[in-house]
């Protein structure tokens, strides 16, 4: 069984399209993750969900809008996609926060093209 | 920001031989974890270290945390191919509720 899994694993698209990446838990976590890793592989985390609570929103721009429309699931919306977009987006989870130690689940990753 | 240092950012040697990877910070963390990446995966945890001067050992794997618990290390003994993959430690970010990572160490160990 996986433990975190993303939908889609790879996305190609146009330039100011809307798409959406989902993400699922079955670990029974009280908090899920969306992190981007870019062409460096430098992973940054993008927003942290507690209970279905907004905890954290970087300084990520208001084209992406995270839903968590339960504690297992936690999906993310990216508006008016552009070029510098292109990642490749984690959704994780935890028990607990990981700051305080916890160990983080990370999904397979949705590598996202935007052409 | 609580930034992670890592070094060196790609390491290429061969079956056999020993190295070191190393995570540096100026900021103080409670515990600092190792993960490590495989192509096409997502990170996986290997140790997390809480205690300064700590040392944890998992198989050929060797994890140090600093006594002032600002810098870490892994040592992997007699590297096999099987360790090659992009390894990344992290500690509590600012918010204190995510972790920040450093920028990795890219490691590939040939035959």
């Known amino acids: 069984d996986t433990a975190v899994s993303q939908t889609p694993k790879y996305l190609v698209t146009q330039m100011g399209n809307d798409k959406s990446i989902k993400c699922e838990q079955n670990l029974g976590h009280d908090t899920m993750y969306w992190y981007k ?15 279905k609570e907004l905890i954290i929103n970087e300084t990520v ?16 919306h990216i508006n008016s996609l ?28 949705t590598r996202l093209t935007v052409v | 920001t609580q930034l992670l240092e890592q070094s060196p950012q790609f390491l290429s040697i061969q079956e056999g031989e020993n190295l070191t990877v190393y995570c540096n910070s100026s900021s103080v963390f409670s515990s600092l974890q190792w993960y490590r990446q495989e192509p096409g995966e997502g990170p996986v945890l290997l140790v997390t270290v809480v205690t300064g001067g700590e040392v944890k050992k998992l198989k050929r794997l060797t994890f140090q945390f600093g006594d002032a618990r600002k810098d870490s290390s892994l040592h992997i003994t007699a590297a096999q191919p099987g360790d090659t993959g992009l390894y990344l430690c992290a500690g509590g970010g600012d918010s204190g509720y995510a ?12 035959p």
């Open chain 1, 61 to 76: 721009p208001n084209r992406f809008s995270p839903k968590s429309p339960d504690k297992a699931h936690l999906n993310l």
């Open chain 2, 99 to 110: 972790l920040n990572f450093g920028k990795g160490t890219s490691l590939l160990v040939t």
């Open chain 1, 37 to 51: 890793q870019d062409s460096k592989k430098f992973l940054k985390i993008m927003f942290s969900y507690n209970n």
């Open chain 1, 82 to 109: 552009e070029l510098g977009d292109s990642a490749v987006y984690f959704c994780a989870s935890s028990q607990g926060f990981t700051a305080l130690g916890g160990e983080a689940f990370f999904g397979q990753g």
